[in-house]
């Protein structure tokens, strides 16, 4: 399994960051990761091509890797999307990263995900309330229309289970398709809310975040389970968000902790394959 830490832990508003590069790196390293999904607010196609060769030499002092990029604001129509996804190509490129979030028609992303083959680079999708991939049918639909082995799933368990949906029992048809999965955590809210981060109301109902080792949120333990059962050792990236700054660090290190606890039960229980070479 690799561990990464998403810049959304330290992101203000989708528009800065609470805590600077070289600051986030040594962060997620000392917390115990082994790698970083760096967000349009630390890295994008208007860096200047200097600063993202220093961003990188940051990136690898401390050990790390560039595990994730996101093509946040593709535009709808062509020309202008080909160029924008291009450059994201490129910048992936620049920044040794084999994996882009990006979302879009499934047609023109069964070509994205030709071009971006080509490059060594790996396309994929988060499953999100309010768009295509909220259900578990509808994340089966999206992932067949787009039909190309260079494009997968983000698998976000937190808005199939908000949703409703069945977050474990889906993985058995998603695991071989599994690009990443994001932690981030919800509970339900008790009636009186206490000030906190960012709660999310769907269909009548309030979420506030939590963490993954917390009463009431996602099942983590047979979540992860059920992806080992099934060969997956691959990427795991926090992506909370929403946190007050002064407890951001807090966040990051008991998600690592917690993370990591629940996969290490590998170790106790023999029923479980060994990790896929």
Known sequence: M??????????????????????????????????????????????????????????????????????????????????FFLRYLALCHEMDCPLLKIASDPAWLHQAAERAQAQGVALAVNNHIGGPLETVAGARAYLASVNHPNFGLLFDPLHLYINGEDHVGCIAEFANVTRNILVHSARLAAERLQEHAAPITWHGRTWIPALPDEPGVQNWPALFTA???????????????????????????????????????????????????
């Not at 080992?228 to 951001?248: A, F, K, M």
């Not at 807090?250 to 023999?270: I, N």
Request: proline residues 8%; hydrophobic residues 30%.
């Open 2 to 83: 690799q561990l990464s830490l998403s810049g959304f832990l330290f992101e203000d508003g989708y528009a800065a960051q609470s805590v600077t590069f070289a600051e986030f790196c040594a962060f997620a390293r000392g917390a115990g990761y082994d790698g970083v999904e760096l967000r349009r607010t630390q890295v994008n196609p208007e860096t200047p091509k200097p600063e993202r060769a220093r961003l990188l030499r940051t990136v690898r002092d401390e050990g790390l890797t560039v595990t994730c990029l996101t093509a946040r604001g593709l535009p709808d129509a062509d020309p202008r999307r080909d160029d």
């Open 227 to 277: 992806y080992r059962q099934r060969g997956y050792d691959g990427l795991v990236t926090v992506i909370e968000s929403g946190w007050p700054r002064d407890r951001r660090k807090q966040v990051g290190r008991r998600c690592a902790a917690a993370v990591r606890g629940f996969w290490e039960q590998r170790d106790k229980d023999p029923s479980l394959p060994a990790p896929t070479p």
